[in-house]
């Protein structure tokens, strides 16, 4: 959408006829889709004002363009925004606590399903290595092979992020191990075990800010946080199952799971593609330690 | 120094001291670089026969830092099991609680090394002996924590040794064999890593013996190193 220029009106003749924002609260949130919202500008001259004035009194009947004209000049597109709704504050506690369940349903369907979100990945991965030969870098042979037969960018949507999961899975997995472990000394498992999740998981967000690429520090800690949830069925499993070799065989299953939800998500949140590998190497490390740490429990 | 990435990123590399993009420079490395070097640092002879040019050691951090991690990870992963798996073959019925402390001191024993004794190595070389061409501290940084690779196949040998649980003869051999692969091959790429720079700049100077006096510190400061990680992770001295 081109930039708003104000045009030369003198400012009498515009405080009469500045609409106001739209603030009327009872009406239903959402609106009728014509609704012209950001109108709040300079009316048309004079001598057209009377004509534009009734076609505000009638909403579909307003050509944008033909009343802006004289003031944007003849190239100038004038468009109209859709009114999206109300804000969030305005809607009901139970709609934005579905709202946030469907988020974190969403992010654990994704862990629990990693394939869900493969499309994605790719789709991710192609726009940064598209955008890097775009930029006129030399991208790596391996990775130019998958992206030569696909067209323009594709749109992607980026994930949401949210700390829950990760801080509901640190503590299930935090008090797990300090059920399990002698009484004497289980507060001390479960703090340190809950302290090194966070302070780990911190230091590998900065990790994969610092290797580069579009992801940030949240979304990474919340990728690498949600794909915890293998492991946390895995200590419930240790519970049940006292065989260190059944155990052992489960976790193993477990964390390669939890390994490769990490890596889907991390390619969807915008890792560069050379480097996924690096980002992911910290992130399986500590799940190994984990996992281990459920084994030996 | 620029990134290869830095244009999809942002425009201005560096940034300020306090800004996370200043630290991006020494990030900047692919995967393949990295599994070169790894693989380089595993088979340590391969550099002595003039393949040297083929990993040039870049100042670059994450080597030296998830290296190290994987070393901690995997010492404590052997020792833990290795005493497991003794328990298990003793069929003794105390059951094995691991500490947490191992991993700690772990933690401080290993990064301690790789950063103590490269400052102390770097701020002589930079104000003592006044180096003219000297290797940047992230450098030596980056060469100690490539050089404790070969920790990997040692801590899995001791792992198995946990088998031999009931011959403790055996068993205390494997660990020291364990230990001196460990040992004598981190000590190689240390040596391969620096010894080439602290000569040229030694015989810049006029004192080529001086160069091999610091070698033989180095080495010493090593075996000390060595013999801590045989205390801490691959049992008592015997």
Redesign the interface.
Known sequence: MPEWKPPNVSPDAVADFIIEADDSDDEAPVRSSTQPQSLSSAPPPANSMFSNFTSFMNPTAVNLEASFQPLTGANTRVQERQFSGGNTLDEPILETLSRDLKAIGHHLYAVLWPASLSKLAKAQQQN?VG??RN???NV?DALRGDIENEAAPVAVKQLEWDLWGPLVFSLAYSVILGVL??KA?SS??FS?TFSMIWLTLAVIA??I??????ISFLPALSATGYSIFPIVVGAVVSILVKH?MVRLVVDAVLVSWAVYAATVALKCSGV?S?????AI??VG?IY??LG??CV?T | MS???D???DADDGGHFFS?NY??Q???????E??AKCMHAMIPFTRIFGGNEAVDTTGEL?GA??CT??II?LL??SN??SN?LTN?VKHSDIK???D?ALLTKSISLLYGYILVVPIVAYSLARWYFKFPQSLTLVQYVSIYGYSNIPWIPASVLGLVGGLLGNHSFLSSLLRWICIGIGGVLSLLNIVLGIYPNVKKNFAELGKEKVALVELAVLSVVHVGFTIAVKISFFGVLN
């Open positions: 940064l955008y890097a930029a006129g870098i790596p472990s002698p000394l001390e498992v340190l900065v990790n800010q610092l290797l580069g690429g579009t260190a560069l050379g480097r996924v590998i690096l190497y910290p490390l190994v330690v281990w740490l030996i | 990134g290869k990435y244009r999809i990123i996370i630290y991006r020494y990030f900047d490395i692919d995967s393949n990295f599994l994450y830092i998830w991690a994987t990870v404590f992963l833990t099991g497991m298990w094995y609680q691991y947490f």
